[in-house]
Each structure stands twice: as C-alpha cells, then as structure tokens.
C-alpha cells in the first residue's frame, strides 16, 4: 500500500489543477489561485513522502510530470484566457477576428510549461538549482497576480497587448537557459541570496497584510504580496547569475 501513496499525492496534484482550471474559466480567480497553491502543497510532499517510504520510481516522475503540467500549466492558462476576454483591447487591435482568437494565445502558457517540465526531466544540469523559471513559481505568480489585481489588470491603465507581451516574457522565462536558485539547500557561506530572498519576501509580506488592511481585505493584500515576492525571486535570480561572486 506504502508504494501507492505518493502516486495518491501526486493524483490530488493533478485534480486540484482541474478544479483550478474549472474556476478560472468561470472568473472564479480566488478560488483558482487557492486550488493551485493546493496542487503546489501536493506536490511539494509526493516526491519527499516518496524518498521517505523508499517506493521512488519511474512511474512516479512521469505522473508527477503530468500533474504539473495540469496544474501548473493548464490551470494558469486558463486563468489567462478568462482575463484575455475581460481587459481592454487598444484601437489597433479593436477588431472582431482578435477578440476572438486572442484569449486561445493563453495556451502558449500550457505548452511552454509542458516543454520547461520535459526538459527539465532530462536535464542532468537541475539536481541542486533550476535553469529557467519553476513551473510552479510561474502559475503561482500568474495566480497571485490575476486573483489579486483583476480591477487592475482589466482597467483603462492596461490592456490585452501588454498582457500577451507579459505572458510571452514568461513563456522565455519558463525555457530560458537563466539560472535560478532552488532551496533544496541552505548554506549562509555559499547562498546569501537566498537569505536574502527570503527576509525581503518577509518584508514583502508584511507590507502587503498592512496595506490589506488599510484597504479592507488582508487576504487581496497577501496574495499580491506573494506575486511580488515571485517577481523579487525571478529579479533576484538572474542578478545572482550575471554576479555569482556577490551571492
């Protein structure tokens, strides 16, 4: 029985990422934010529950593979496609033919993530660090980001031509051959990045609660804050690449 329970994890991974998908095409963005970090939680526990049991397998790699693929992937470019048909569209792309086909450019999140989760399968280079963006840490911010700014995002000040520019910045990001730090090791000597990643997103995190407060909703404010901390791991990440030296 022992064998099967991260395959369980792993699956709850994968139907939380449906769930998701489900919510964001109705608008329900809150609620797809939640399943995603949900489906994150899950995946975070199936290979450490694995390792601890002794039952890691192949079977289990390729699984939890799909399942980040579901969440991680689908679940925010369904997040995408909702937003596409809600933000404005500027004069040069107020047509009929690109309201239609623009929310279904949403889906190059999907196959993005999808070639960033194979590759990453075969490469031997991403044991202690990652080379281009998480797909976990992408889904999280696009989540954060939709769930957290929608009246933002879908306001004059916006519109659905930086949206695409934005997204396919990501998409790079998702393959790009940038390295970004991982925390599957903790070593002040050799990592202070890390650390001070992690007090600035304590930061971060603070202020947002604060200023959720001060606008009526801790929870809008903290789920910002989340997004910001993403956009500081990122920004973070490629500093410490171009400047290994000042880690």
Known sequence: MKKHIPNILTCCNLICGCIAAYCAFYGGFQFAFLFVLLGAFFD??????????????????????????????????????????????????????VFEVMPFTAFFMAAFSALRLAKFNIDER?????????????????????????????GPRFNAFFLFLFMMLFCWLLVCEVPMFAFK?????????????????????????ISGVAEGNVWIGLIRGVAECIGLYVVMSILASVLPGKE
């Open 44 to 97: 975070f526990f199936d290979g450490m529950v694995a390792r601890a049991l002794g039952v890691s397998g192949k079977m289990g790699v390729e699984l939890d593979s799909l399942a980040d693929c579901v969440t991680f992937g689908v679940a925010p470019s369904a997040m995408l496609f909702s937003l596409f048909s809600k933000v404005a569209y500027p004069s040069f792309m107020a047509n009929e033919f």
């Open 126 to 154: 991403q044991h202690t660090g990652f080379i281009g963006m998480p797909t976990p840490a992408n889904a999280i911010f696009w989540g954060a980001m939709i769930a957290s700014s929608e009246e933002w995002l879908t």
């Open 185 to 209: 090791s903790l070593s002040w000597k050799k990592e202070k990045v890390k650390f001070l990643f992690l007090g600035l997103s304590a930061v971060i995190l603070v202020v947002g609660a």
